[in-house]
């Protein structure tokens, strides 16, 4: 009996959803039998109770039907058949026009807002920050534009980008979190169009940043942006400031041309392979850097000091309590680390770092060096170096040119691989520019594998560099990471079995990777997206950084070192910053931060301090580091 009841149920539903099938007439009919299943009963029981009303049958009929129309809008009116049809028909034609209506007023604010979720609407915004493109970039670009205007009221930033508008939205909201006073402004639409970009109103904004993908055709959508930009802004009398970035150096100046002579256009691979290898030689650099880009931290600025005009620069070390100065900025040329002797001009900008740009105030603190704990010795020496570089991408040859370009006589680059002969050529290649005083050599193994790391001695190298490879179209992205972290995995299983810390730097392309490596000590890590992120941040906030920032990252010029705390003060002495300050004056290097031996294992900040207070008083050990903006040091380059 059960199956039966379940049997002609199934055949109910079947066919009351096969009858529904048939179009919108049959839900109408539908509809309508339903309703007046309802409301006639309903306004038969109202008639019968009603005591005003007659007891004859056709009166109760009759205001049945009254309570009936009155329900459903359809008049109710009463008389012969004829007038009761047209006040039908008339309620009917009521109906349909309020219907119509109303359906076209819900679908005409359907449509708005959809167009508003689409992103379609014009941004009237002043002085925001456009950003053009979508890529991991994004996330820190927008965040430190968050920070950056976080004491500003009225900032905005737009986003466009070829995504959903809801999409972007929820994955900044999501990376980012909270964009405190900045409004955050999602816009949708191919960025190489000029059509589109006027969503973004860039003709308003206070800076134009182009973010580049981890593509093969990257560089040529950001050229492309870029001539959109000009396209979309012909007569603009002022043109927003860009900051654009390309990774192949190939395509520099095409982008300067499209974007024009004031833009900043950065060449992220050059950036990144100076990172990782100043990060091999001096391990922990990494930190430093990004502790300067970060808006979260202490960052640089260009002041006036009127005060110190016709002074020499080594004065300015010593001229302020709680910020540092590292060099001039005399026209549009930065002077990082200029000679103490040199005269500050009227027209000179000093470049500190400091909090913020209020920190900044003049208080001499050349009472506070002491002399007596100094250290007089000569610097430490440097020395040919042996480098162990596992894996290869498009970044490895600019890595090997800036090894060579410091690298002392007798100096070694050993690569596994096993990328083919295409992998072949280009150690080659780099092999012979690499000149006499740097060995290159190949060796082929899959350095995800625990037997090809064995037959290497990695505790005889100075630095180990892990990268990963290129992305491959039609592979998954976290590919080239899933294989670094492998190796990182076996690196530290050496380190542990073998008791003795590696000196390793490693390349990710997601900062969320960051969190799963296993590191030792001594490692480092450089999130090269991440870097120039920042990078474009800093920049947009003044590009007159961009200068300082280049010098900085140069492998010829004046850069970020971490030195030996013993060459400047006596190892035990308990003394001010002021003092080291001093006793890097006299090596013509500005000292701005050290790094705690006893804290390289702790985070966040793994034992750095980037500008101390000059009164600041600690005991330096053996271990530590002094953080200084200066030369490499070579035979006869420090007094």
Known sequence: MVQRRTLFGGRIRYWFDSTLARGAAVLVVWMALLCLAVVLPASAVLAWTDP????????????VWRHTGKTLRLGGATGPPLRVALSVLLALVTLLYVSALVGLITAALTERLTALRRGRSTVLEEGHAVVLGWSEQVFTVVSELVAANANQRRAAVVVLADRDKTVMEEALSTKVGHFGRTR??????????????????????????VMPRDEPAADAEVVKTLLALRAALPEAATRPAVVAAVRDDGYHLAAQLAAGPDSVILESDTVTARLIVQAARHPGLSLVHQELLDFAGDEFYLVTEQDLVGRPFGDALLSYATSSAVGLMRGDTPLLNPPPETLIAPDDLLIVISRDDDTVWLDDCAELAEEAAMAAGPP???RAERVLLLGWNRRAPLMVDQLRRRSRPGSVVDVVTDHGEATVREVAEAEAGSGAELSLTLHHGDVTRPETLRRLDVHSYDSVIVLGRDPVPGQSPDDPDNRTLVTLLLLRRLEETTGRELPVVTELIDDRNRALAPLGPGADVIISGKFIGLLMAQISQNRHLAAVFEELFSADGTGVRLRPATDYVLPGSETSFATVVAAARRRHECAI?????????????YGVRINPPKAERRCWRAGDEVVVIGRDWTSGSAE
Do not use: F, K, W
């Open 52 to 63: 005003d009303v007659p007891a004859s049958l056709g009166d109760r009929l009759v205001q």
């Open 184 to 209: 955050l402004i999602c816009r949708s639409g191919p960025t190489t169009d000029p059509a589109v970009l006027p969503l973004a109103n860039p003709g308003e904004a206070g800076v134009v940043l």
């Open 380 to 382: 430490t020496p440097v």
């Open 593 to 605: 931060g050290y790094r705690m031996h006893d804290d390289t294992s702790t985070s966040p900040g």
